[in-house]
């Protein structure tokens, strides 16, 4: 006779008993798809292409020369001036001595104008802006290369008397941007200066007091040794 509370035969072989944590496996990728595990790296700054070469983050000589020979325009119309105010005196009749008197005040105010305009451009628009007229029209600037930003009143007037030295030897200094590594003249090199170009159309300021018109590459592949110039 049969047990009623006989527990029911089991056929096959028993279960086998779980033991801590069993870890859940996920389906097994599909062909052509790579598994995503988590968020992908952030990625921070300037990431060239491989095989690409960074474009170089310093104005190029032309942009320099450019520049240079804006900047003297207004000089050198103040002296066009100075040359017929000459010639009309020389040809409306003898000199007297009013005649005398009225042309030396105007080769003085003149002369004063040329330089007030030569000082005020490279000591004080350059040295607190970085860019004089000419090189705020051609969309560079010079800053420090330690610093990043622009030079300031006084280095801005040393700059100005370094480039005596770019002189020397039939004005090699001014050529030496052609094959430089930082495209620097002498006077560069002396004060420490770079001249690189900014986005005339960005606009002025940013956090720290830094300027944001630098384009990527010289925030990024610059190598100013100095955390300061990784510019925002």
Not at 22 to 50: E, K, L, T, V
Request: net charge positive; with cysteine; glycine share 12%.
């Amino acid at each position: 006779m049969n047990d009623p509370y006989q527990q029911p035969q089991q056929f096959g072989p028993p279960p086998q008993q779980q033991f801590g944590y069993q870890p859940q496996f996920a389906p097994p990728p599909q062909f052509g798809h790579s598994p995503q595990f988590g968020h992908p790296p952030q990625q921070f700054g300037y990431q060239p292409h491989y095989g690409a070469v960074p474009p170089n983050p310093y104005a190029n000589w032309g942009q320099r020369v450019l520049a240079y020979v804006m900047d003297g325009l207004p000089v050198f119309g103040l002296y066009m001036l100075l040359r017929m105010l000459g010639a009309v005196f020389t040809m409306t009749g003898p000199w007297t001595d009013t005649k005398r008197v009225t042309a030396v005040v105007l080769v003085v105010v003149i002369l004063i104008a040329m330089a007030g305009f030569s000082f005020w451009n490279i000591a004080f628009k350059q040295g607190r802006t970085g860019s004089t007229v000419g090189k705020k029209i051609v969309g560079i600037k010079v800053i420090s290369e330690t610093t990043g930003q622009p030079l300031g009143v006084g280095m801005s007037v040393v700059r100005g008397f370094a480039h005596i030295a770019d002189s020397f030897a039939c004005g090699l200094g001014y050529l030496w941007p052609l094959w430089d590594g930082k495209r620097q003249t002498f006077a560069d090199k002396i004060v420490g200066s770079v001249v690189i170009p900014f986005d005339k159309n960005a606009p002025a300021g940013g956090p720290d007091g830094m300027n944001p018109r630098y384009p990527p590459t010289v925030r990024d592949a610059a190598q100013f040794g100095s955390t300061r110039l990784l510019l925002t």
